[in-house]
């Protein structure tokens, strides 16, 4: 884990930066300056921007940047994203960290999360509380890589907290630390896997489909490539799983997915975020998951905000008819 801990100086001029941003934006739609964050992002303290260079350049792991500047008169934590949404709560965070984010690659979002927005809100929902999204709180969040289903999910998975008062842990394996069997690496190397859209997508595609089939069927009667679990170099190799959002193409596919998640469960490793802290996942190099906590929905909930970021933003736009960073 790459770790950078800013001083008062730096994150007052992280701080200003932000704000005088901010001050020249009459409607603020982070969509709107995505085009325009990377320059700005040049402004950016030199040590910082030096340190997620160098993180970019070496693929860290994980990546955690503390002490950025949280706004001391926060807003209640919202009662679910659509209310952060229409509220517009922690513009300046959302600035923040797309300012970071910039350093390390392009931001983009998806038609079908949070109604398109770049930078979504994670909070818990009333009634979300056992859902396998990141508005649940009751139950764990498996292990997993972010939209595991598309050839454009991100290069990175960030997260800024604004608010952690019960230490929930964001839980991650790294490929590097995994000891699996011979066979099972073998296997999950074979193109014998097929990957789905998480049940953060599911609504919106079937808001785009007839009929009133179970999301479940629907999603994943459609056809998807089968390819592997784990692929590129070697030496170094990535990794793509989600198994709650994942299947294998015969008995032994379905036994390497269980032997991995036994793997998993035996090097778990998880970093605890306090306000301030932003964590950049590698999401090739890297699952990630979440303890569960119990919610309170008296404005003082854990509340992050999640910037999804790609290494190469025309791979969205070679994929797409129009010039987009939002995912269709």
């Known amino acids: 884990m790459s770790r950078i801990v800013l001083e008062a100086e730096e994150r007052a001029q992280v701080a200003a930066l932000a704000d005088e941003v901010l001050s020249g934006v009459e409607v603020w739609d982070p969509l709107q300056l995505v085009d325009d964050v990377t320059g700005l992002a040049e402004r950016l303290p030199l040590r910082l921007r030096e340190f997620l260079v160098h993180s970019r350049i070496s693929e860290s792991d994980i990546t955690v940047i503390s002490g950025l500047p ?3 008169e926060l807003v209640p934590t919202p009662i679910g994203w659509d209310l952060a949404a229409k509220t517009g709560a922690g513009q300046r965070e959302e600035l923040v960290l ?3 984010g910039a350093v390390l690659g392009d931001p983009f979002g998806w038609a079908t999360q949070q109604d398109g927005r770049v930078v979504h809100d994670v909070c818990p929902a009333p009634g979300m ?3 396998l999204t990141s508005a649940s709180s009751e139950v764990a969040l498996s292990l997993h890589t972010e939209d595991v289903h598309h050839p454009c999910r991100g290069d990175y998975v960030s997260l800024f907290c604004l608010r952690n008062p019960d ?3 964001t839980t991650f394996v790294r490929i590097g630390a995994l000891d699996l069997p011979p066979d099972t690496r073998r296997t999950l190397a074979e193109q014998r896997f097929r990957f789905y859209p998480d049940d953060s997508h599911v609504g919106a595609v079937l808001n785009a489909l007839d009929g ?3 999301a479940d ?7 998807y490539d089968p390819g592997s679990a784990i692929f590129g170099p070697a030496e170094r190799p990535y990794l793509r799983f989600d198994v709650d959002f994942m299947s294998g193409a015969d008995d032994d596919a379905e036994h390497a997915i269980r032997t991995a998640v036994d793997c998993f469960a035996r090097s778990v490793e998880r ?3 306090a306000p301030g802290d932003a964590v950049f996942v590698d999401n090739y190099r890297v699952v990630h998951g979440r303890e569960p906590f119990v919610p309170r929905y008296d404005g003082k909930d854990r509340w992050l905000k999640r910037l999804n970021l790609i290494r190469d933003i025309r791979r969205l736009y070679a994929i797409s008819d129009t010039r987009s960073r939002i995912i269709a």
């Open 98 to 100: 797309l300012l970071c």
């Open 70 to 72: 949280v706004d001391e």
């Open 167 to 169: 230490a929930v842990g």
């Open 212 to 214: 009133n089939e179970p």
């Open 271 to 273: 970093v605890v975020l």
């Open 129 to 131: 509380e056992k859902s």
């Open 217 to 223: 069927a629907r999603v994943t009667d459609r056809e």
